[in-house]
């Protein structure tokens, strides 16, 4: 074969470089909007851009975040997970009900530590068990998945509601604490673990074979079944990581708020996590794991931005809701004419 | 027979650089049954395209009851009584077969409220027209593909149709149902009505058809009265040429012991009973049957799809059990499925996906994660070898034309290195050109050392390419033949055979 | 005849009604008794209406989540732009300004849909945020309890009386008639005029419905025009039957309803659904949530309890589902 001189125009290359770092044109309009609302923002009120806005954006949006990612991995199925918000609240209750009832109150540091990590393990299991439910329910029962994850939100829900009585649970270890407080080279802790799991997953996606397969599932399951792949199998192992990322999740919520509810989040964190799998275009086969991060940021941006500006306004909390619906209809529809444009 | 209803004249049409209709001239009359055959690709489904009005001919005319056109619009066809049955049929799964039947009178009469007693006197009136009943509160999902097309035809009379093109129809009936659709064209014929009867079965055409059109890559070969005209004939002009096997060099094949396959007894409820049979290395046996002789269901069986009830398979003179695509896998055991779309590609995904889906874990680092470098050229490398043309293998599949499609499905299996290949009508929906490489590529295949199961009722296929032909009845096997010990017709007559003894059980 | 019946979705519903009703007489025959009847009716009229507004998109194949948010929002607005104007008459004016508005809303859902060619449910998972979000910020983020004079005794104004040992007074609500009324409307709707059975085509084949001549579009706007005005009505009514105007009202509710109209036999790809279903899903959601109560369960774990029941609900359909599709395996069954 013939090697022709490779000269490659700076379109061709930026495109090749694009592609090497999974950027795509809903990227690029993500990162346009998140570049015009801090502009925005900043313009408005510098306190925006302060270090302690940052860092305190820094500790609220992981919990979000890693929930989205939970939801992602089984959109990319063609599925979808309602019971994300009602596993990470399972967890953290069983994981309080364990640090409550178990670990003795004069406990010594070291002791305390181990107390914790089993705390967190139990609530990591909770994850993993729940998991097995879903993938269970709709790998190899075959039940669809609104409906099976619908079932299990009730189902999961309910267990605390049993546990708790309603209420909330408090009372944990201070040193739990530290996961939700501390910062790490002067990062949050809880924005490192967002940050490390949104890279694994996105390995974890475009990397590994059980990704592959996870996303040509996905495109249509019936030729992955042609395929060999094994559907139950794989619906399976999405839905209990699904499952672990959601208790992680909880992890979080547990030590920020230091208890344990099951009214947290309750269904609007549900729908915010489809939200943002909307917003960063995430479909049945395909999805990108930069577009959900990107997303996540632009929704915390508006949630502080707004709250800044509207400080002292009666329920200007609430501004963030109005403006996220506003935000998602404009993208659809800047997405309509950019495809139809794409089409013609 | 009647006055001229439709003409074409010097219809042609290109795609791009492909010329898909060349100076092609139709007339049908009155009453009259006109069959337009060809193989795939000959260009049979642009022309009813261009009658229909959902294409725009380059050149020609086009007359309807004596209406000239330049192009057709789908409401000046419809207009003027044109109605074409697709395979699809366009009905609704949900709703009764009387309001399937009744819909399209019902919103073309503008009336905002539903009487439900006339929706059931149109659907009977529209059944009565072809002598049919059948329950009208049925929903349609639940009836056999015949009703459902009985349906469609009752729906295309009552929207005054005077024309009525089908395409395909017989492909997913049985003997006894294509008879029952045979006595209905009749009916219709009485009646004055014309059928334009799209098929390449040739026995069919042989029983049906007033005239026979054959086109052959887009041109018109053959236009004449159908009495007395031989199958032998009629396939002469489709192909173009007298099929000469001995042309053909097929692989030599290694007679060793124990057989690479080997079929004992297998049986699966509804599906098939008792085969057995063996397949050899560098062997291409053609398994063949009219649609419901237990062939696609023998070849799912063997895939782990639906895992045979009782009975035994051998690899290599070892017993396996195959209960799943994974097992056969495990036994090297690969399946190019008949339905390309749904069950064998990803549409959306791009071409070197679906390549190396089957090989996704060969590609694993030490670290355990994917090369995507290595799983990109491996791809690239079986786009070459297989001639796929394609600017990039990041393309979506969907891009591609049918056969281009084929030899993705195909390199799908060939990367997992298979041992035997089960291939269920691998030239469906591929144009001639295609068709003839992939053939080549099958001979190829044997001779690399692969075992093919070929499933096809395209017999020129199975003569290209078998060395052994099992005939496939009521889920039996009911015959062998030898390449070069049996002529097309001879198949022909065997296939036929079968369907009568089926249709006069 | 009878056999159809007996074979049909919406009589394995009503056996199970029938079962669970039998199951909790038994363990507590304080629940056969007029005032849980009248009980477990009032507290279903709003689902009743939200999940018939429902129904129909769900037949064309839409998920839709944004009902519960235009409910509140014209109920919420209404009222405290009524209010504002010290307005002090009955409860007329308030259906007919949320009705309005939820028409407009409807149509806003609609118009993205069609126009804009996306997704039910991604449209109606943004019109749901907005607007909360906007009801909590522009009207108000309080509930309000400051009701008309005009209003006042319609909380109980009910069709019939009767005198329970326990409770006391107790009846069954006047607004029960709505429920009939928009029940027969919407199963007339769907069965008697062309634009209803444009729903179940649309439903079950999207393309031959277009090129059997139904205007979609026009068809989609209407569906959701429905679901706005009977959204309304809902979020009214609950307003007064509650004696307070909510700002989130039904915030976590919509998969309640969804999960009903579904086990009423709608089909979540589209093509399927009735009325009659819908009505007995509404019911046997809440005769579980209402009656658990009746059974000795405790409070706290009656959610469990549902959960349960919700698993096996959906389960058995799935399993029962896949048996048909093993015996019926491929297309080319052998034909005898």
């Known amino acids: 074969m013939t090697t022709r001189p490779k000269i490659s125009l700076p379109k061709e290359r930026l495109t090749s470089f694009f592609e090497a770092a999974y950027i795509d044109s809903q990227t690029l309009q993500l990162i346009g909007v998140f570049f015009v609302l801090v502009i925005f923002f900043a313009a408005i009120d510098k306190k925006f851009l302060s270090s302690q806005s940052i860092t305190s954006m820094g500790f609220q949006l992981p919990e979000l975040g890693i929930l989205s990612l939970a939801m992602m991995l089984t959109i990319l199925t063609g599925g979808i997970n309602l019971s994300v918000n009602a596993t990470s609240n399972l967890a953290a209750v069983l994981a309080g009900f364990f640090m409550l009832k178990v670990v003795p109150p004069d406990a010594t540091g070291v002791q305390m530590v181990f107390y914790i990590g089993i705390a967190l393990l139990i609530a990591l299991l909770v994850g993993l068990i729940t998991g097995i439910i879903n993938g269970f329910l709709i790998g190899y029962i075959g039940v669809n998945p609104i409906l099976a994850t619908l079932a299990t939100m009730t189902f999961f829900t309910g267990i605390s509601t049993g546990l708790t009585g309603g209420a909330t649970v408090t009372g944990f270890p201070e040193s739990l604490a530290v996961i939700g407080h501390e910062k790490l080279l002067g990062i949050p802790i809880p924005f490192i673990i967002f940050v490390l799991l949104t890279i694994l997953t996105h390995y974890l996606l475009y990397r590994t074979a059980f990704g592959f397969k996870l996303r040509m599932l996905g495109s249509n399951p019936v030729a992955s079944e042609f395929s060999a792949i094994e559907n139950k199998v794989v619906l399976m192992k999405t839905y209990v990581l699904s499952g672990i990322l959601s208790a992680i999740t909880g992890i979080l919520i547990m030590s920020r708020t230091m208890s344990a509810a099951i009214e947290y989040g309750t269904t609007t964190y549900v729908l915010l996590t489809i939200l943002i799998s909307v917003l960063a275009n995430v479909v049945s086969g395909f999805g990108n794991v930069i577009n959900v991060f990107i997303s996540i940021i632009i929704l915390q941006i508006l949630s502080t931005g707004f709250h800044m500006i509207l400080a002292g306004i009666r329920g200007s909390s609430f501004f963030k809701d109005f403006a996220w619906g506003v935000l998602l209809i404009l993208i659809f529809i800047v997405n309509y004419f950019v495809y139809q444009r794409k089409r013609s | 027979m009647g006055e001229e209803i439709l003409r074409v004249e010097h219809i042609s049409k290109r795609f791009g650089g492909v010329v898909a209709l060349d100076d092609v001239s139709l007339s049908i009359r009155k009453g009259e049954t006109c069959c337009l055959v060809g193989e795939n690709g000959s260009g049979k489904s642009t022309l009813i395209k261009i009658i229909s009005g959902v294409y725009i001919p380059d050149e020609g005319d086009i007359y309807v009851n004596s209406h000239h056109y330049k192009k057709l619009t789908p409401i000046e066809s419809i207009h003027e009584g044109i109605q074409v049955i697709y395979q699809d049929f366009s009905l609704f799964p949900n709703l009764t077969v009387a309001e399937n039947i009744a819909i399209n009178e019902q919103v073309a009469s503008g009336k905002q409220l539903v009487n439900w007693k006339e929706i059931q006197d149109i659907a009977r009136e529209g059944l009565a027209k072809i002598n049919i009943s059948l329950p009208l509160d049925a929903i349609v999902e639940t009836l056999s593909t015949a009703d459902r097309q009985l349906i469609a035809i009752a729906k295309a009379l009552l929207a005054k149709g005077r024309i009525i093109i089908m395409d395909e129809p017989t492909t997913a009936l049985t003997q006894k149902e294509i008879k029952a659709l045979f006595k209905v064209i009749n009916e219709l014929k009485s009646q004055g009505i014309s059928i334009l009867f799209v098929s390449h079965k040739l026995s069919e055409v042989t029983e049906i058809a007033d005239r026979t059109v054959i086109l052959r890559n887009g041109k018109k070969v053959m236009d004449q009265d159908a009495k007395g005209l031989e199958i032998r004939t009629m396939e002469y002009y489709m192909t173009g040429r007298e099929i000469d096997t001995s042309a053909i060099t097929f692989a030599e094949v290694t007679p060793v012991t124990p057989p690479l396959l080997r079929v004992e007894n297998l049986n699966l409820s509804h599906g098939f009973f008792n085969v057995s049979f063996e397949l050899r290395q560098n062997e291409v046996l053609g398994i063949t049957g009219l649609l419901g002789s237990g062939r696609t269901e023998l070849a799912l069986s063997l895939f782990g799809m639906l895992p045979a009830d009782s009975g035994n398979i051998y690899i290599k003179g070892n017993r396996v059990e195959i209960k799943s695509p994974t097992d056969a896998v495990r036994h090297g055991i690969g399946y190019v499925p008949d339905d390309r779309i749904t069950q064998g590609l990803f549409l959306d995904q791009s071409i070197s996906n679906n390549i190396v889906v089957r090989v996704i874990e060969g590609f694993k680092t030490k670290a355990g994660l994917l090369d995507n470098r290595t799983k990109s050229e491996q791809a690239s490398q079986w786009i070459r070898q297989l001639e796929i043309k394609t600017p990039s293998g990041e393309l979506p599949v969907k891009s591609l034309s049918g056969g281009n499609q084929q030899r993705v499905v195909l390199a799908k299996w060939l990367a997992s290195n298979p041992k035997i290949l089960i291939l269920n009508g691998p030239t469906v929906g591929v144009d001639v050109g295609s068709k003839a490489e992939i053939h080549e590529l099958i001979r190829t295949l044997a001779k690399q050392g692969i075992g093919i199961l070929l499933i096809s009722d395209d017999i020129p296929e199975l003569i290209q390419t078998c060395h052994r032909i099992l005939l496939m009845r009521a889920g039996k096997i009911v015959g062998e033949f030898h390449q070069g010990e049996i002529t097309e017709q001879q198949l022909y007559s065997e296939l036929i055979a079968g369907a009568l003894a089926e249709s006069s059980r | ?336």
């Not at chain 3, 025959?29 to 999940?51: C, G, H, K, Q």
Request: hydrophobic fraction near 55%; charge should be positive; charged fraction near 10%.
């Open chain 3, 1 to 336: 005849m009878l056999r159809k019946v007996i074979k049909s979705n919406e009589f394995v519903i009503f056996l199970i009604l029938v079962f669970l009703s039998l199951v909790v007489g038994t363990i507590n025959p304080a629940f056969f008794s007029i005032s849980t009847v009248f009980d477990i009716l009032r507290a279903a009229i709003v689902y009743f209406i939200m999940a018939f507004g429902l129904l129909p998109i769900m037949i064309a194949g839409g998920i839709d989540i944004s009902f519960v948010a235009i409910a509140a929002v014209t109920s919420y607005a209404t009222h405290m732009l009524l209010i504002k104007y010290g307005y002090q008459g009955g409860i007329v004016p308030y259906y007919l300004i949320a009705c309005t508005m939820g028409l407009l809303a409807g149509l806003l859902n609609g118009f993205l849909v069609t126009r804009f060619n996306l997704p039910v449910f991604n449209v109606s998972l943004a019109t749901f945020t907005m607007w909360y979000g906007f009801n909590l910020f522009f009207v108000g983020a309080t509930s309000n309890f400051d009701l008309p004079k005009g209003t006042v005794g319609y909380y109980a104004k009910f069709l019939i009386t009767s005198q329970d040992p326990l409770v006391g007074t107790t009846g069954l609500h006047e607004s029960i008639l709505y429920v009939v009324v928009i029940g027969i409307f919407i199963w007339w709707f769907l069965k008697y005029t062309t634009i209803g059975r444009g729903v179940y085509a649309i439903g079950g084949n999207r393309e031959v419905a277009i090129r059997s001549g139904f205007n979609v579009t026009m068809i989609m706007l209407v569906i959701f025009a429905i679901m706005g005005i009977l959204s309304a009505i809902a979020g009214v009514t609950q307003a007064f039957l509650s004696r307070y105007f909510n700002p989130v009202i039904f915030i976590g509710q919509p998969l309640d309803v969804l999960a009903a109209v579904i086990l009423g036999g709608a089909s979540v790809t589209g093509g399927r659904g009735s009325v009659i279903g819908t009505a007995l899903g509404v019911l046997l959601i809440q005769l579980i949530n209402r009656t658990l109560i009746l059974t000795g369960i405790p409070v706290e774990w009656q959610k469990l309890v549902l959960g349960i029941i919700l698993i096996l609900f959906t389960s058995i359909p799935a399993l029962r589902e896949r048996r048909i599709k093993r015996m019926g395996h491929t297309t080319e069954l052998l034909q005898e």
